[in-house]
């Protein structure tokens, strides 16, 4: 039996994965030929056949077997021979560093997690880890700091469990009540519709918010998943410009479709995708959790319950402003009062956002090293406030003083997820390196090293280090995106 590749061009580190997962689900019966395709000596499990990531078929005399993963990836695809990292319901929302679903399987496999075992991802985003697990059967639980995070994540279990026919109905309805025929009253006058005025014309804004009441009458239990597809137009619609990590005002047209068919167009190709996942996973998913919460805090809402192995993708030190690229999906939610931005940017674990009196205050923590870092992290922050120049401006000034922060909130988070881990019970991380500019020269931060440092002084043992070589982000930053990634894996 061959077990055949997809057509899509691999990365290395992808093979290294591949590699593993083959070793995990199949054992000493796979082994690599002369022709570089994997052969099973013998009839393999057809569940494991199911579990893989990637390989797209398992071919012998007795006929073809698709792999789930290349049914997923060729309906989301079409003719494309890319790799897909949209398939089933990960293309619902677009989420800043939004990892790819393929490492997380294939994580979730090399971990040997069965159907039996508890997931966790304490920095869930847009749920990427959960919905991996949840199709393979496991209980999931997820936590995220970002209300939009835990929107899009439960928005996308949800969807999971509900039969894509029930939501190709509720979108006829919808459709049936185009915001023309819509009694609008004009805008209410909210502090929301206020600041949306701001971002968007007037003719855009009245389509939109034709489309929130419409949801909001026909859609019940499924609205999150129509919302969601809404909110993930916005931008475009926007004046913003669209593709920007920051927020500046639009110089590229706006589009010409109106803002009622380019949703309806996006239910339509989501339901669709939806429904191939549905047809090889099911509906009846086991059950699956997202808290909003500070994974930092004690109290946070994981404590008290017991996990199997966690996998997730932390927050950069020194990450671009998440929630400000959000804004317009965040207040169009209802999730946050226009007011409430800046401090929520303020709380992720890596904001840049560090004024005043905690900017001082953080700075003395730091020269006496009083959260009580390992040596090597207090020291590199310390190195770098004294490799400071008079010609570094504000932003820089600070990044000493942030990077310690950074530190200190993964230690907590370090200490946290530790507390609900199994004896033996393995976390897994894909973390970027940095690079910052002090004095004139410049200073690359090994991330990696120093998060498993950290851990390692709060009782994890490192178990690996492995560098993920040229991966990419997918999506639109491609220019900007992080090529160096390492995947950490600590073991309790
Ligand atoms: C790199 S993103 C995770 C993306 C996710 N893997 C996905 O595929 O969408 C890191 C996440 O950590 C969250 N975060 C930052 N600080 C946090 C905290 N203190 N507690 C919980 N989540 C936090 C951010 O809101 C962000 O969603």
Redesign the pocket.
């Known amino acids: 039996l061959k077990v055949k590749w997809h057509s899509y061009k691999y990365l290395p580190y992808e093979k290294e994965l591949a590699s593993r997962e083959m070793d995990a689900l199949f054992g000493d019966s796979a082994f690599l030929g002369n022709d570089g395709d994997y052969v099973l000596s013998v009839q393999p499990d057809s569940k494991a056949v199911d579990r893989l990531t990637y390989f797209s078929q398992v071919a012998g005399k007795s006929g073809v077997i698709e792999t789930i993963q290349s049914r997923l990836e060729n309906a989301s695809n079409g003719q494309n021979r890319r790799q897909s990292t949209r398939y089933s319901v990960h293309g619902l929302h677009e989420?800043?560093?939004?990892?790819?679903?393929q490492i997380?399987k294939a994580i979730l496999n090399i971990f040997c997690v069965s159907e039996e075992d508890f997931v966790l991802?304490?920095?869930?985003?847009?749920?990427?880890?959960l919905i991996e697990a949840a199709q393979l059967g496991c209980r999931t639980f997820g936590?995220?700091?970002?209300p939009?995070?835990v929107y899009?994540?439960e928005a996308k279990l949800l969807a999971l469990r509900t039969p894509a026919k029930r939501l190709a109905a509720i979108l006829l309805e919808i459709s049936a009540r185009r915001p023309n025929d819509i009694e609008m009253t004009g805008f209410d006058g909210s502090k929301r519709e206020i600041y949306l005025a701001l971002w968007f014309e007037e003719h855009f804004l009245s389509e939109i918010e034709g489309v929130f009441y419409a949801i909001n009458a026909c859609a019940g239990k499924a609205r999150s998943f129509f919302l969601c597809v809404a909110s993930d137009l916005l931008r475009e619609y926007s004046n913003q410009e669209p593709a920007d990590l920051r927020i500046r005002r639009r110089k590229t047209a706006l589009p010409d479709k109106s803002f009622w068919l380019a949703f309806v167009q996006a239910c339509e190709a989501a339901i669709a995708k939806l429904d191939v996942a549905q047809k090889h996973v099911g509906t009846g998913l086991p059950p699956s959790n997202v808290a909003l919460?500070?994974?930092?805090?004690p109290d946070?809402p994981g404590a008290g319950i017991l996990f199997d192995a966690a996998i997730?993708?932390?927050?950069?030190a020194m990450?671009l402003p998440?929630?400000d690229t959000q804004r317009l999906s965040l207040v169009w939610l209802g999730l946050v009062e226009p007011n409430g931005l800046h401090a929520l940017e303020a709380?992720?674990?890596?904001?840049r956002e560090l004024r005043g009196a905690s900017r001082r205050s953080m700075s003395n923590t730091m020269s006496t090293n009083e959260a009580g870092l390992p040596e090597a992290e207090a020291h590199l922050c310390v190195r770098l406030q004294s490799a400071l120049e008079p010609e570094d401006g504000f932003r820089r000034r600070a990044v000493p003083a942030l990077l310690y922060r950074y530190f200190q909130?993964m230690r907590d988070?370090f200490v946290n997820v530790r507390n609900v881990m199994r004896p033996d019970g393995r976390f897994a991380l894909?973390v970027g390196q940095n690079r910052t500019t002090i004095g004139g020269s410049d200073y690359q931060i090994d991330t990696p090293t120093h998060l498993a440092n950290i851990a390692g002084s709060v009782g994890w043992r490192v178990a690996e280090l492995m560098p993920l070589q040229t991966y990419r982000r997918y999506g639109l930053h491609a220019s900007n995106a992080i090529t160096s990634e390492t995947l950490l894996i600590l073991q309790k």
């Open positions: 989420y800043k560093g939004k990892f790819n679903p997380a991802d304490p920095f869930c985003g847009s749920g990427t880890t936590t995220d700091i970002n939009l995070a899009i994540a919460g500070d994974v930092r805090c946070w997730t993708s932390p927050p950069y990450a998440y929630i709380e992720l674990i890596g904001s909130g988070a894909i």
